[in-house]
C-alpha cells in the first residue's frame, strides 16, 4: 500500500514538473502585433448633420481587427478631433461590444462631438478620426488617421454679432471684431426675428451684421433706409447711445431705436406716471439707480414710455428675469440699489439690493 501511495505521488510530481515548466515555455505571449486598420468613411467624406435626423445614423465605422498575438478580448471605440491636433483632446463618438469591427454613430453623437471640439454650428470644419484597440492592461494600439468634414448644427437661439468701429469706446472688447462684439438673439431655433441691445459711445458709429463669430454671414447697409443687404457699405449709428436692435433676416430688414431706461411703479416716486431714471455704466454693461420706494410695485420702462417696458418673467426659476410687458415686482419699503443687465439678448435680467 505504501509502495502504490508513494507511485501516485511521483506521478502527480513528474505530472506538474511537466506542466510548469513545458505550458509556461509553449504559452504565446500576448502583445499588441497589429494595430486596427480603418476602412470607413473614406477619406474625405462629408457629413452635414441636421437636428431632425438626430437619432438616424451618421455613419457606420468599420475596421480590421488588432492583433494581440492570442486569444484576448479586445475593446474599441472610434475618437475623433480638430485635423491636426494629433489627437490632443480626442472625443469618442462611438464604441463598439467586446471584439466586434464596426460601429454606428448617430447624427447626435457626432454632433455633440463636433461642439465639444468648438466647430462652427452650420459651417463645415475639417476632423480627423481613428479607431483605439484595448485589451486590459496592455498598451492600447491606435488605427490609421483618415480626414472627414462636418457641418454641425445647433438647437440654440441662432445669433447675429454686431462688430465696428464703435466697440472699443463703447465698453467692448475690439474695434470690428465679430467673436467679442455684441450679439442679437432670434426668439428660437431656426427663427429670423434677432434682437438684442447694443451701446454706441459715438454718433455716426459704424458697424455690420454677421451671422458667425466672424466675417462670414455678413450683412450691410441695404439701398434703403431700414434694409440691409448680403454686401454694401457699413452701417452708421445716427446718434450716440444705448440701442434697442430688431433684424429680420428673411426680409432684410432693421430697425435701431435708442433706448434710456428707467424704474415706474406704485413703488417709486413718480408713481406709474413719470420714470426714475437709470445711469448706464459701460464697463459694468448695467443700467442702474439707487432709489427709495414705498411697499408697492415696479417695473422697467425704456424713454419713459409703454413702448418698450420689461416686467418680472413667471417662469423665472430664480426670481431675476425680465420679459416684454411682464408682472410688476414687488417690494417691501427700503432704500435699494437696482440694476437691468440687458447684455445678454433675450435673456435679460435684474437684481434689486436694499442698502
Not at 447624427?107 to 461642439?115: C, D, I, K, P, T
Request: with cysteine; charged share 20%.
Amino acid at each position: 500500500m505504501k509502495n502504490i501511495t508513494k507511485s501516485i505521488l511521483a506521478l502527480f510530481a513528474v505530472v506538474a514538473l511537466s506542466c510548469s515548466v513545458e505550458d509556461v515555455q509553449d504559452r504565446p505571449v500576448i502583445e499588441g502585433i497589429d494595430s486596427p486598420m480603418l476602412t470607413a468613411p473614406t477619406a474625405g467624406a462629408g457629413y452635414v448633420l441636421k437636428p431632425e435626423n438626430a437619432a438616424a445614423q451618421a455613419e457606420r465605422f468599420t475596421w480590421k481587427s488588432a492583433n494581440y498575438g492570442g486569444d484576448v478580448q479586445v475593446n474599441y471605440v472610434v475618437e475623433m478631433d480638430v485635423k491636426g491636433n494629433e489627437f490632443k483632446t480626442p472625443k469618442v463618438i462611438g464604441s463598439s461590444l467586446p471584439s466586434e469591427n464596426q460601429v454606428s454613430v448617430s447624427v447626435e453623437s457626432m454632433n455633440g462631438a463636433a461642439l465639444a471640439l468648438k466647430a462652427t454650428p452650420f459651417s463645415p470644419k475639417e476632423f480627423e478620426v481613428r479607431v483605439k484597440a484595448s485589451a486590459g492592461t496592455l498598451a492600447a494600439m491606435y488605427s490609421n488617421v483618415i480626414g472627414i468634414v462636418i457641418t454641425s448644427y445647433t438647437t440654440e437661439n441662432p445669433k447675429l454679432w454686431v462688430p465696428g468701429g464703435y466697440a472699443v469706446a463703447s465698453g467692448y472688447a475690439k474695434d470690428w471684431d465679430p467673436a467679442s462684439s455684441p450679439q442679437l438673439s432670434a426668439s428660437g431655433f431656426g427663427k429670423v426675428d434677432f434682437e438684442g441691445y447694443v451701446n454706441f459711445n459715438d454718433a455716426n458709429a459704424e458697424y455690420k451684421f454677421t451671422s458667425f463669430p466672424e466675417w462670414k454671414g455678413e450683412f450691410a447697409a441695404g439701398a434703403t433706409a431700414g434694409t440691409i443687404a448680403l454686401t454694401g457699405a457699413n452701417l452708421k449709428i445716427p446718434a450716440a447711445g444705448y440701442y434697442q436692435i430688431v433684424v429680420d433676416t428673411e426680409k432684410l430688414t432693421y430697425k435701431a431705436t435708442a433706448t434710456a431706461w428707467g424704474i415706474i411703479g406704485s413703488a417709486t416716486a413718480g408713481g406709474w406716471d413719470n420714470s426714475t431714471a437709470m445711469t448706464y455704466n459701460k464697463t459694468t454693461k448695467l443700467w442702474s439707480v439707487t432709489a427709495t420706494l414705498t411697499g408697492a410695485e415696479f417695473k422697467f420702462r425704456a424713454n419713459n414710455g409703454w413702448d418698450i417696458n420689461l416686467g418680472k418673467l413667471k417662469t423665472a426659476p430664480d426670481g431675476s428675469h425680465l420679459e416684454y410687458g411682464g408682472d410688476n415686482i414687488v417690494v417691501t419699503a427700503g432704500t435699494y440699489t437696482i440694476t437691468l443687465d440687458l447684455s445678454s439678448p433675450r435673456n435679460y435680467k435684474y437684481t434689486i439690493t436694499k442698502n
